[in-house]
């Protein structure tokens, strides 16, 4: 029986870690040394500041790129985690699984809307399944709801705008 797996979990956002960690090198680490030697430079820093600003830049600039590593981890997590639970998800139903519903962690609520989506995906699957209704009960409208008046078909009639004309 394949185990069922929880969560995220750290490993599986690590592939991630290396763009988001980027990002936080250029704010924590590229950021204060550029900023305090072009102001040395300038002259906007006193001279006898300069050997402390060295000094500073020397011991601190390390430990900030360490910060940057834990803050890459973290917040890849926390964006990721729930893209990669939406995926494994995909992947029970495509083996199978029609019981498979999602559920995020209380803080991920700008995923909330996802997960309600999917859920109510997933009650009309089964309920097409168990009424061995395949594909052609779309084309009958089953389940479907009423067309959005302010919905329209870009392929049958795209906006004058998008195509250059007037």
């Given at each position: 029986m394949k185990?069922k797996l929880r969560?995220?979990?750290y490993?599986h956002?690590?592939p991630?870690?290396?763009p ?8 924590l680490?590229v ?5 305090s ?7 906007l820093?006193p001279t006898?500041?300069h050997?402390?600003i060295w000094?500073f830049?020397?011991t601190?600039t390390?430990?900030i790129?360490?910060a940057?590593?834990g803050?890459?981890?973290?917040t890849t997590?926390?964006s990721?985690?729930p893209l990669?639970q ?11 699984d029609m ?12 995923y909330?809307?996802?997960e309600?989506s999917?859920?109510e995906?997933?009650?009309v699957l089964?309920?097409?399944?168990e009424?061995g209704a395949?594909?052609e ?7 479907r709801?009423?067309?959005d008046e ?13 195509l250059g004309?007037?």
């Open positions: 185990r969560g995220s979990g490993k956002t690590l991630w870690v290396l988001t960690f980027a990002i936080w090198v250029v704010v680490v950021t204060a040394p550029i900023l030697i072009t102001m040395m430079l300038s002259g820093v006898y500041l050997n402390e000094f830049l020397l601190r390390p430990a790129a360490v940057g590593i803050l890459a981890i973290l997590a926390r990721a985690g990669v939406l995926g494994r998800a995909f992947e029970d139903v495509k083996q199978g019981d498979r519903r999602l559920r995020f962690r209380k803080d991920d609520r700008a909330r809307g996802i309600k999917f859920n995906m997933m009650v089964s309920e097409r399944v009424a395949g594909p009960a779309e084309d009958q409208g089953a389940t709801p009423p067309p302010n919905q329209q078909d870009l392929a049958l009639s795209p906006e004058p705008s998008l004309e007037g």
